[in-house]
């Protein structure tokens, strides 16, 4: 990935990981990055608080409840084991039954390699020699639980979709398996939504390894496989993820390289949630500037620590993407409301001007309303 045009030369892969082990902890185990934390982070793609604390590999949700913020995030265990057992069932059987909802004829002719290989690289390495000589086979092969990798921000992110089945025409195709039910043919939209996003990020990181694999091309239609009605028996359904694929890719390729926000950073930064204090990891969180949005709080563990420090900053961010858009150079709502009253603000300014109109059509709507109830109401007969 390239650094944005005006980023100076970027820090040797060894020097920057250094750097994120020292800001993570020395002693702290580094927190991977998935799919579901890469989409919510190609969301807000200007947000460098949450790149270089995802980078660095920083438990959010440890340091949220360090700082007094604590997101209600994460499944609970009972949806866990369900999710579990259903992913089992589905591919039970060397993955019959998920070839057969796939599309194969001959789901008994299917070969399911053996993945298994030391550390992140070495299973990336295996996945993609798997895609290859399935690709090469003519035949259906299931990847379960195959190890993907996508640069995000100059370091490298290991992914693990469910499966990846290869079709004999050599097209590969990212299977996503889900517990929410699918009643009458469809599912939860703003579930779906999810899976499509978490998906594309499958796509993106599978297209890198068909780049370098003759006769393959990867789908960019995903399979969705939940339950049916209120059963535990699979069903599947082909989502089309090409817009969210185009959407995540651009936002990716906008992120700020991480050594590059890492070496902005003042001395004696540190995340660590073991060995600091709650006073100390605030002090380094607000040392990285960060974009908040309403829509944060159902994607990132730190939303809510984020939006107490826009309320006390009075930001126009708290109102939403859409609002802040609108209001150009007025960054705080005192300044909003200002501008309204005729107190501050250049009149020639498009959102001056507007929030101005707004305020006296508000004040013409309220003024003659008494007026219209007045004459509209009749007398009281008695």
Aim: charged share 25%; net charge neutral.
């Amino acid at each position: 990935m390239s650094a944005s045009p005006d980023s100076g030369p970027s820090l040797p892969p060894q020097t920057t990981r250094a750097l994120l082990a020292e800001l993570r902890g020395p002693t702290v185990v580094p927190r991977p990055l998935d799919a579901r934390a890469l989409a919510a982070l190609a969301a807000n793609p200007g947000c460098r608080r949450r790149a270089l604390l995802d980078g660095a590999g920083v438990d959010k949700s440890a340091l949220a409840a360090k700082l007094g913020s604590p997101a209600p995030f994460g499944q609970s265990q009972f949806a866990i084991v369900r999710g579990n057992s259903f992913e089992a069932k589905v591919k039970a059987d060397g993955g019959r039954e998920l070839l057969r909802l796939v599309g194969s004829d001959e789901p008994d002719e299917v070969s399911v390699p053996d993945l298994a290989a030391a550390g992140p690289e070495g299973r990336t390495a295996r996945t993609a020699l798997a895609l290859r000589e399935a690709t090469e086979s003519g035949g259906w092969t299931l990847l379960d639980h195959p190890l993907l990798a996508l640069e995000v921000a100059g370091s490298p992110v290991y992914l693990e979709p469910d499966a990846v089945v290869v079709r004999p025409d050599g097209g590969w195709t990212v299977v996503e398996i889900k517990s929410f039910p699918m009643i009458d043919g469809s599912a939860d939209a703003a579930k779906v939504g999810a899976a499509a996003r978490q998906a594309a990020v499958y796509v993106l990181a599978l297209e890198r390894v068909a780049a370098r694999t003759e006769g393959a091309r990867v789908a960019h239609s995903v399979v969705l496989v939940c339950p049916k009605d209120f059963s535990n028996v699979p069903t599947a359904s082909v989502v089309d993820v090409r817009k969210q694929r185009s959407v995540t890719r651009r936002q990716l390729d906008r992120l700020t390289r991480i050594d590059e926000i890492a070496g902005a950073l003042p001395e004696g930064v540190s995340f660590d949630v073991v060995e600091r204090s709650p006073e100390e990891l605030a002090r380094s969180v607000e040392c990285v500037p960060h974009q908040y949005a309403p829509e944060c709080l159902a994607a990132c563990e730190l939303a809510f620590h984020c939006r107490s420090r826009a309320r006390e900053a009075d930001a126009v961010e708290t109102l939403g993407r859409s609002v802040r858009a609108e209001l150009g150079g007025l960054t705080t709502i005192g300044a909003v409301l200002a501008a309204a009253r005729g107190e501050e603000g250049d009149p020639r300014d498009p959102a001056v001007a507007a929030l101005r109109r707004a305020r006296a059509l508000r004040e013409e709507a309220l003024g003659s309303a008494p007026a219209r109830v007045t004459r509209e109401t009749p007398a009281c007969p008695c």
